[in-house]
């Protein structure tokens, strides 16, 4: 199901699953407020592509770690 985005006067913007056909929310179930939707097509292919995978490739900087250290006993490249 897709996902739409709101925004609250009172909450800001939040997502909210709803089918095809449901009717657009007009106010927020959680504090009554009326709600505009946004146009939001592509909110699940943001959400769905690990963004911040990218920082997990970064290892324990082997320049830096000493000879014996664990960073750099697992490190691919030699250290003399
Ligand atoms: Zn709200």
Known sequence: MPI???DCPKC???DVIQKMS??????????GSKVT???SAGSF?????????????AAPSCERAS???????TCPSAHG
């Open 4 to 6: 739409y985005e709101y």
């Open 12 to 14: 800001g913007r939040f």
């Open 22 to 31: 449901a009717a657009p929310l007009e106010t927020h179930e959680a504090c």
């Open 37 to 39: 939707k946004l146009l």
């Open 45 to 57: 292919a943001f959400k769905g592509s690990g963004f911040y995978q990218t920082d997990y490739k």
């Open 67 to 73: 000879a014996g250290s664990p960073a750099c006993a």
